[in-house]
């Protein structure tokens, strides 16, 4: 059973890497009790429904979204469409070059959902071009991993305020 909690804010994650995995923990470190993370394959329509916000934590891949965090956006697209109107959301990109095709994507979708963007794009750029650079775990600098608190700090204290 969902308990509903607009207050509370939604980040949900992908990596395979550890990079947008470590962002996200991040995020939730600076948005303190009031987030709840969550695996974007544990994220269903109710985890929607219930929160106030969202932030988004994925790598790029091929240029475009993971294909895990775009089965949340597929599996969970029109059992909200309509219904979660207006809402805060805000990304945390993990990226091999410059995250740009993937942020596209992620704001079509959250454009359809007719979510607010909040707050600017955090892409990290890993710089990764070889496969063994691309398939390698990833270790986040600390300067973004502190813009990951932040933005999950910020994202938190503008629900709770009913700024968003």
Not at 21 to 39: C, I, N, V, W, Y
Not at 119 to 138: D, G, H, R, S, Y
Request: net charge neutral; proline share 5%; glycine share 10%.
């Amino acid at each position: 059973m969902i308990v509903s909690d607009r207050a509370h804010l939604l980040i949900a994650w992908h990596s395979r890497t550890g990079a947008s995995e470590a962002l996200a923990h991040a995020a939730a470190g600076g948005a303190g009790p009031e987030a709840r993370l969550m695996p974007a394959a544990a994220v269903m329509p109710g985890d929607l429904l219930a929160a106030g916000g969202y932030l988004f934590a994925a790598p790029e891949n091929l240029a475009t979204l993971s294909g895990a965090m775009k089965e949340l956006f597929d599996r969970c697209y029109y059992p909200v469409l309509g219904r979660i109107e207006g809402r805060p959301y805000a990304s945390l990109i993990a990226a091999g070059s410059d995250g740009s095709g993937a942020q596209a994507q992620l704001d079509r979708i959250c454009t359809g959902w007719r979510l607010r963007r909040v707050a600017a794009p955090v892409i990290v750029n890993f710089a990764a071009q070889t496969p063994e650079a691309i398939l390698a775990q990833k270790r986040v600098a600390e300067a973004d991993l502190t813009a990951a608190r932040e933005l999950g700090a910020a994202l938190a204290e503008g629900l709770a305020q009913g700024i968003f």
